[in-house]
């Protein structure tokens, strides 16, 4: 779908160069270099008020950087119009504003704004898209339900459904599974992995439970506090030591049959 | 689907509210040759006259008049992200009300009445895009504060212009605030005005259904939401200031007919801004003609009449609920 498949290896995706970015004279990250591979499913992990939805937003281009650049594809966002962006880059937000009435449908076909010309309207195949991606959260059958009639899980799904219309190839998920009952965590997680393993999405969460991240996530990045991050492979970096540090808590660590699993102790 | 219904269903009240107020009043005319009237065609020489000099300009007064602050409440109210604001919400019509009195004190009518209001307005609006702006950021909240703070102060402002003002003048100058259009002789400014402000709006209407939800949810999804805000202060503030100067603070049209709307199923933003003009319009009209004729020859207030048809008509709809 994309027009922008470059032939450098590593222009296509999102990356950061040399990002500063500054919150409440706090700094969340310094001199940040990263890059989010096609293919990766990343967790943001750190300490409330660390930075992570300050960060996320920063990437999506919706908050300006102290210094450095994001880069998509290759090309900085400054240089992109927020159209261009949206095309290619989704951000789900923490919370969700719902000031007026609207139904489920309505508000999952959004997603298709960035893909649609000023005058055009949503066809019959945005809406198969919509209904497709509500099927993907299970909400199929909700279509016509209000949207301030749905429960706080219900109305999570609804807003990674609109992602999922919108079916950007970098995905920015600020806390995705926040209400979600025990097993739409853990299905919705298998479905973005699932989702990423096809080689040419990238996901990025900021994430809380440390189990879910060593299940369904291959990287992780770690923000510290005052400007210290820590990224890399996730067998490498969600150690015990490093969590002790990052959460200022000890923290334990079994094998079991599922893989890793931490906990506070 | 109920909105491609919608519509022609408006369109079909508008025509019918026209021809109303065309065919009310103390000289009887007929539709046949109320229809004969507007072709060019033949008619009695009276008749023709009330129709095409008195009761013509006044209702496509009212019609644009209503159209325009329908439309310019829709706006308000998504810029805002408060179902609750309406055009008036932040102080323009009381930087026009202000201008407007001081005109009628001083003894001006006419075009300069209307001149006055109109730079009134601008005024309250420069006024408040300026404030709100000043610390860089540009938050709905900020932005409403700041309105509703000025507004205030405009609010004073007429209350002591109408303390000071001689008896003599005090009548005219509280028809004008709440709302008169038995002076509106020129509609086809208003209506120019009202046309383009729906062909402005228009292609930004999928942006509007966007920013609906938040300017972070806008922003993510492509919307450039500093560029639409700002267009769409702009474009309400101009469609509020285009029908103060027609027609004074003409009150509850701007807040009540886009939420008639959405209570009725129209979320959005392309069939509802239409909608609204539509709507708006036609309210207005049926409520000036009510306001000429109910007390014949007295006149009453328009304001009242769109209130008392308002009141009832939103209660019933926001019992049903929204569909």
Redesign the interface.
């Known amino acids: 779908m994309s027009a922008a498949q470059g032939a450098m290896p590593d222009a296509a995706g999102l990356a950061a160069r040399g990002l500063t970015v500054h919150i409440g004279g706090k700094t969340v990250c310094r001199d940040l270099d990263i890059v989010f591979d096609a293919g990766q499913c990343w967790a943001m992990l750190g300490r409330n008020g660390a930075g992570k939805t300050t960060l996320l937003h920063t990437l999506a281009g919706l908050r300006p950087a102290a210094s450095g650049t994001v880069e998509l594809d290759g090309r900085p966002l400054a240089a992109l119009s927020r159209r261009q962006v949206a095309r290619r880059l989704g951000l789900l937000p923490q919370s969700h504003q719902d000031p007026f009435p609207a139904r489920v449908l309505e508000t999952a076909l959004s997603g298709r704004h960035p893909h649609l010309a000023p005058w055009q309207w949503e066809g019959a195949l945005d809406i198969e898209l919509a209904r497709r991606a509500l099927a993907r959260v299970d909400l199929a059958g909700l279509e016509t339900r209000m949207v301030d009639s749905l429960s706080g899980g219900e109305r999570r799904r609804l807003g990674l459904a609109t992602v999922l219309t919108q079916d950007p190839a970098i995905a920015l998920l600020d806390e995705p599974v926040n209400h979600l009952d025990l097993h739409h965590q853990v299905a919705l997680l298998a479905m973005l992995r699932e989702a990423t393993r096809s080689g040419e999405r990238t996901a990025v969460m900021a994430l809380h439970d440390l189990n879910l991240v060593a299940r369904y996530c291959d990287h992780v990045l770690m923000l510290f506090g005052e400007g210290e991050v820590l990224h890399g492979p996730t067998e490498r970096v969600l150690t015990t030591e490093n969590l002790a540090r990052l959460l200022g808590h000890p923290i334990g660590r079994v094998t079991s049959e599922v893989g890793p699993l931490y906990f506070p102790m | 689907m109920r909105a491609r219904l919608l519509l022609p269903l408006l369109g079909l009240l508008t025509l019918t509210s026209l021809a109303m107020a065309l065919l009310s009043g103390s000289l009887a005319v007929g539709p046949v040759e109320l229809l004969h009237i507007l072709t060019g065609g033949r008619g009695t020489g009276m008749a023709r006259e009330v129709v095409l000099d008195l009761r013509l300009p006044r209702t496509l007064a009212a019609f644009a008049t209503g159209a325009l602050l329908a439309q310019a409440g829709a706006l308000m109210?998504?810029l805002l992200?408060?179902?609750l604001a309406d055009p008036y919400v932040l102080g323009i019509s009381g930087g026009a009300a202000t201008a407007a009195l001081v005109a009628l004190g001083v003894g001006l009518g006419g075009l300069a009445l209307s001149v006055s209001a109109f730079a009134g307005a601008l005024v309250a609006m420069i006024l408040v895009f300026g404030l709100a702006h000043g610390g860089g950021t540009w938050s709905p909240n900020r932005l409403l504060l700041t309105g509703v703070v000025l507004a205030a102060g405009w609010g004073a402002l007429i209350s002591l212009l109408l303390a000071l003002s001689p008896n003599a003048s005090l009548r005219g100058m509280l028809f004008w605030l709440m709302g008169d259009l038995s002076g509106a002789a020129h509609p086809a400014t208003a209506l120019t005005v009202a046309a383009a402000g729906l062909v402005l709006a228009l292609?930004?209407a999928?942006?509007l259904?966007?920013l609906?939800?938040?300017t972070?949810?806008a922003?993510?999804?492509?919307?450039?939401v500093a560029r639409l805000h700002a267009a769409i202060y702009l474009l309400a503030s101009l469609l509020t200031a285009a029908a103060v100067t027609v027609a004074g603070s003409i009150g509850f049209v701007g807040l009540v007919v886009p939420h008639a709307l959405?209570l009725l199923g129209v979320?959005?933003h392309?069939v509802l801004l239409p909608g609204a003009a539509l709507l708006g319009g036609a309210l207005l009209v049926l409520a000036d003609t009510l306001a000429r004729t109910v007390a014949a020859p007295q006149q009453l207030p328009v304001g009242v009449i769109t209130a008392a048809l308002g009141v009832p008509l939103f209660l019933v709809l926001l019992r049903r609920g929204?569909r």
Do not use: C, I, K, S
Request: glycine share 12%; charged share 25%; hydrophobic share 30%.
């Open positions: 109210q998504v992200r408060n179902p292609p930004l999928r942006e259904n966007v609906t939800a938040g972070l949810q922003g993510a999804l492509g919307v450039n959405r979320r959005d392309r929204y």
